[in-house]
Antibody, heavy 118, light 106 residues
Framework: QVQLVESGGGVVQPGRSLRLSCEAS????????MHWVRQAPGKGLEWVAF????????YYVDSVKGRFTISRDNSRNTLFLQLNSLRTEDTAVYYC???????????WGQGTLVAVSS | AIQMTQSPSSLSTPVGDRVTITCRAS??????LGWYQQKPGKAPKLLIY???SLQSGVPSRFSGSGSGTDFTLTISSLQPEDSATYYC?????????FGQGTKLEV
């Protein structure tokens, strides 16, 4: 079955960087686009980024453009999110999710917590 | 960016009743909308895609409708396990955007 396992979260100071990973299994990773979605503590869901199956196109929410970079390694079935110039408002659980019907995220990982604090 | 406005923000409804949650888009999004259920401490679960298509494994008491800018999620014959927060998500154009969520207590 589809499994997505995020890692790389932690506590980081404002202005610093972090790299999140999402290891995929149970499906043909190289043929699906992938999303990152985040959720600040006690708040709603926020879509963050999407990368198409071969990495040739990437899309971001305005608040992270120029700071975050989504990428993938299809040889390792792994999705990444590079978080630079972190701000306190980036504190959230970050979920990776597989593209499903109509591009909507269908299967989700359990999330990894990023806490930006001085 | 497209704004998604969800209502109500919360509601409490008895077991067996029917409930409707509404999502309004700031511009037309054709049928590019899905609905998610999220329980505390868990990842969201896709219920409905393309406005009205039921995701595999989701009970048939969940249904979706609408077009253009106005959409609804209906849960008929509410069960205790339906207590959760529900979100709509538009995938018509980037950046995708969620509604602010509806907390349902059964």
């Amino acid at each position: 079955q589809v499994q997505l396992v995020e890692s790389g979260g932690g506590v980081v100071q404002p202005g610093r960087s972090l790299r999140l990973s999402c290891e995929a299994s149970g499906f043909s990773f190289r043929t699906y686009g992938m999303h990152w979605v985040r959720q600040a503590p006690g708040k709603g869901l926020e879509w963050v980024a999407f990368i198409v199956y071969d990495g040739s196109d990437k899309y971001y929410v305005d608040s992270v453009k120029g700071r975050f970079t989504i990428s993938r390694d299809n040889s390792r079935n792994t999705l990444f999110l590079q978080l630079n110039s972190l701000r306190t408002e980036d504190t959230a659980v970050y979920y990776c999710a597989k593209e499903g019907n109509d591009v909507l995220p269908d299967y989700w990982g359990q999330g990894t917590l990023v806490a930006v604090s001085s | 960016a497209i704004q998604m406005t969800q209502s109500p923000s919360s509601l409490s409804t008895p077991v067996g009743d029917r409930v409707t949650i509404t999502c309004r888009a700031s511009q037309g999004i054709r049928n590019d909308l899905g609905w998610y259920q999220q329980k505390p401490g868990k990842a969201p679960k896709l219920l409905i895609y393309a406005v009205s298509s039921l995701q595999s494994g989701v009970p048939s008491r969940f249904s979706g409708s609408g077009s253009g800018t106005d959409f609804t999620l209906t849960i008929s014959s509410l069960q205790p396990e339906d207590s959760a927060t529900y979100y709509c998500l538009q995938d018509y154009s980037y950046p995708y955007s969620f509604g602010q969520g509806t907390k349902l207590e059964v």
